[in-house]
């Protein structure tokens, strides 16, 4: 009798986890399945003690890896906190609501995606970061995102509704993508990005940190509008062009150091800065006088660095 009552409890919180062993839920539910499961011979110990590594690794935010994916309990009652970066990878774009549950979505704080990231991604990882669809701040606390390792992709479909043109491009930063992010402290970019477009991390007023890639092309007009957190911007010396107001109040009172690695100061069509900024502008030595007389020279101090 007592073993037919643990088959139908393991039945039937394994298809409540979704056919997954263990998924990001409490140390105690996943102790209590694998002690069944040992009773109804489908797990072995040796799978227990290796859940049991993670979760002293982990605290009670546990994480198993399953098919090379990671799954995620989708509503748990009782969410556990995050405990240090959590690492996904996507195999498709899309594929980020199935593995980050809704009530979970505003515990993480610090994520690596891997993979593909197409637009409902994107949509969720504006949400997580504290903006919505539509730009409205939400409960959302990820402020460290690692994109490094993933790669941006066109989909179809839009992740901000805003002026009709926010639809994801392949290796893009495309239009208003981070806008209003207000949680986001540091992302990293992956390497294959080539254009940062407008708008694209305006208002994220404490991003502290951001990677532009070597490879860039062109940053858009507003693109690091009112960074006021920013302290430092490596413009590296394949960027060619510049967009009107795309360091408007970077560095806000306190100020941003902006190296820009370029011999040759990139295309700048119209003001960069904002009037009583507090930029310090380093130029490799010997170009300090072509930086100065174009846009770049209204930064509020030019010097020459050994680049």
């Not at 139908?8 to 409540?16: A, C, I, S, T, V």
């Not at 995620?72 to 980020?96: T, W």
């Not at 479909?157 to 949680?183: E, H, I, P, T």
Request: glycine content about 8%; overall charge neutral; aromatic content about 6%.
């Amino acid at each position: 009798m007592l073993t037919n009552t643990l088959v139908l409890l393991y039945l039937q919180m394994k298809k409540l986890y979704n056919g997954s062993l263990l998924t990001h839920v409490s140390h105690k539910a996943n102790l209590m399945c694998s002690i069944i499961a040992l009773f109804v011979g489908s797990t072995t110990f040796a799978e227990v003690q290796a859940a049991s590594r993670v979760e002293q690794q982990t605290g009670n935010f546990l994480q198993v890896q399953t098919s090379n994916r990671m799954m995620a309990a989708s509503d748990a009652d009782n969410p556990s906190p995050a405990v240090g970066q959590i690492e996904l990878h996507l195999d498709a774009p899309g594929k980020l609501h199935q593995l980050i549950g809704e009530r979970k979505k505003y515990k993480i704080t610090n994520l690596k995606l891997t993979g593909v990231v197409g637009s409902s991604d994107v949509m969720l990882l504006r949400d997580m970061a504290g903006s919505d669809v539509k730009g409205n701040p939400t409960d959302g606390k990820l402020s460290r995102l690692d994109l490094s390792e993933a790669t941006l992709v066109a989909d179809g479909d839009q992740y901000l509704k805003r002026d009709g043109a926010c639809y994801m491009v392949n290796n893009v930063v495309n239009y208003w993508m981070f806008s209003n992010c207000r949680k986001l402290k540091e992302i990293l970019l992956p390497d294959n990005v080539r254009d940062i477009r407008k708008g694209a991390f305006s208002g994220c007023a404490a991003l502290e940190r951001i990677n532009l890639p070597e490879g860039l092309i062109s940053i858009g007009e507003s693109a690091f509008y009112g960074c006021e957190a920013l302290r430092r911007l490596c413009i590296p010396s394949s960027v060619k062009r510049v967009g009107k107001n795309a360091f408007y109040g970077v560095g806000g009172d306190v100020g941003c150091d902006v190296e820009c690695e370029s011999e040759n100061p990139p295309y700048a069509d119209h003001i960069l800065f904002s009037v009583s900024n507090h930029i310090t502008l380093r130029v490799s030595r010997g170009n300090l006088s072509a930086y100065s007389i174009s846009n770049w020279g209204d930064a509020s101090r030019l010097v020459e660095s050994n680049l």
